[in-house]
Nanobody
Framework: QLQASGGGSVQAGGSLRLSCVAS????????MRWFRRYSGEKRELVAY???????GYADAAKGRFTIARENAKNTLYLQMNSLEPEDTADYYC?????????????WGQGTLVTVSS
């Protein structure tokens, strides 16, 4: 399973770091991603990091957010700087995880980020 944390309320211009820990009978973790969902909308991709370490960002996240992973701890991070009210959303981590049952696409629960102006 994936357990996300680190959300909270900040003022515009502030920073937050989200974490997502994978647990269970993990053999390998492949690509990892952060999504966010605005109230009543579909989830949108914020950033991804491949098992090779290659990263990619949505245009809204470029230059402000940094995705990273710590493989030894099965942990995914999202450092968010210069936060804007438009970043207010539920943030979800997602990962491809190999276990004894093969590869699965796993979602964590959302962690709410609220940015006030």
């Amino acid at each position: 399973q994936l357990q996300a944390s680190g959300g909270g309320s900040v003022q515009a211009g502030g920073s937050l770091r989200l974490s997502c820990v994978a647990s269970g009978s993990i053999i390998e973790i492949g690509h990892m991603r952060w999504f966010r969902r605005y109230s009543g909308e579909k989830r949108e991709l914020v950033a991804y990091i491949r098992d090779t370490g290659v990263t990619g960002y949505a245009d809204a996240a470029k230059g402000r957010f940094t995705i990273a992973r710590e493989n030894a701890k099965n942990t995914l991070y999202l450092q968010m700087n210069s936060l804007e009210p438009e970043d207010t959303a539920d943030y979800y981590c997602n990962a491809e995880i190999l276990s004894g049952n093969g590869w699965s696409n796993i979602w964590g629960q959302g962690t709410l980020v609220t940015v006030s102006s």
